[in-house]
Structures are given as C-alpha cells and as structure tokens.
C-alpha cells in the first residue's frame, strides 16, 4: 500500500530559526502530487504548498518551501524565519495519479512548537 | 476569497441515529470529497465525488455511508446509524481537478463538523 512517513512526532524551535519537517513517501506511481496542510489547535486544515511529481523546481509559497528530492522520494517543508504563529499540527499529503479521485493520503503529523 | 463551508459545525447525536453532515463547496469546483479526523489522529480520506456520482471510496466508507449533491451547491455526507467510533471530525474539500499532477489539484477544505455520538 502507498505510504506516507512523518518522522518527527514533536518539535520544539526557537522563535526565528529555520524548520525543516520531514516527509517520505512510498510509491511506484510516476505522477502524483505532494501538498503541506498547517492544522492549528482550531482545527481547520490551511493548505500551504503543493508539488507536482513532474515539477523541476521546488516550490515556494512565502516563507514555505518544499525540498523535493524524487529518486529519495521524500518531500520536507522548510519554514524559514519561523514565528509564534507557526506553532501548530503540520500534515504532509499525497495525491496518487490512480486515474480518479483518489483523495489525499496523509501522514501522521508533525507538531510544531515554536518557543519565544 | 472562496471558501467551502461546512454545517454544522458542532453535533451532538445519540448512538444509533442518523446524520447529515452539509457542505458547500466552492462553486466553480468538480471534485467533492470527505475526510474525517478522529481526535488526535490523521486525516484519513473518506469518499471524493465527481460528475454526480462516486468517484473513489475508503475502507472506511461503508453501507453505513452515503454521499448526495442534492442541488447545485450543496455535498451532503449521511451516516444511516452512528456508532461511537464514529465521532470525529468530518472535513469537506474540494477541488477544481484531480489526479496529482497539476496544482489545479489543491484541496480547499472546510472547517469541519466535530460529530460527538454519545
């Protein structure tokens, strides 16, 4: 079964440090895409960045980026600058090109803190 | 800004009792699913819906389940018969294509309906 892997159950980063949230995948498929979601304690999911399997270039979106490694299969979210306001669950998604509407995969969440 | 919508966004139900969670997704969107997060879990994909009818199911989305666009905005999610383990929340997204390989593909979700079933 395709899979996604959040390694880090918890982070704690100081306010204005860079934050990297790592993201796995396992796959066979060629055409797929990857997309970040922000779940703060209010509980709505904010979509923030979205890559395509096929995309040279990684994406940017502000101060969100995702570092795209194909043959590695893997697909972290740098924060850059972080902020008080980042503090929150951060979901790593993938949408399997199966031909239909697959819905989105996620994986287990990684909860960010972000210290004064 | 567009957004989807979800009502309500709190139910209380007894166990055994149906329910109808409604969305409205944005409007010029084609593809319709149903997520549910059950309290400190992940998402996990319940149904997508497209053209009038399903397009790709779960596990988890069984006879217990059933999704309608009774009109031309509303995504309705029903459960027959709530059972405990039914409570969580149910998310709503929608999307204007699908299949992975176009950022048209980005899931706008709703804020969620938390359904309790006591």
């Known amino acids: 079964a395709q899979k996604i892997t959040q390694t880090q159950p918890g982070m704690f980063v100081q306010e204005k440090e860079a934050v990297t949230l790592d993201c796995t995948y396992d796959?066979?498929?060629?055409?797929?895409?990857l997309f970040w979601y922000k779940q703060p304690s209010s509980g709505e999911m904010i979509f923030l960045i979205y890559?395509?399997?096929?995309?040279?270039q990684n994406a940017t979106e502000g101060r969100y980026s995702l570092n795209f490694q194909k043959a590695r299969k893997s697909a972290n979210l740098v924060i850059s600058a972080s902020q008080l306001g980042d503090s929150a669950m951060y979901f790593c998604a993938v949408e399997w090109s199966g031909g239909g509407a697959d819905g989105l995969t996620f994986g287990k969440g990684t909860h960010l803190i972000i210290q004064p | 800004e567009p957004e989807v919508t979800q009502t309500p966004s709190h139910q209380v139900t007894q166990m055994g009792q149906e329910v109808i969670l409604r969305c409205v997704p944005i409007s010029n969107h084609l593809y319709f699913y149903w997520y549910r997060q059950i309290l400190g879990q992940k998402v996990e994909f319940l149904v997508s819906?497209?053209?009038?009818?399903?397009?790709?199911k779960s596990e988890i989305f069984d006879d217990q389940f059933s999704v309608e666009r009774p009109d031309g905005s509303n995504f309705t999610l029903k459960i027959r018969s709530t059972k405990l383990e039914d409570s969580a929340m149910y998310f709503c997204a929608s999307s204007v294509l699908a299949g992975g390989s176009s950022s048209y593909n980005e899931q706008f979700f709703g804020p969620g309906t938390r359904l309790t079933v006591l």
């Open positions: 796959t066979s498929d060629q055409s797929y895409g």
């Open positions: 890559q395509g399997s096929y995309d040279e």
């Open positions: 819906f497209y053209n009038n009818e399903i397009s790709e």
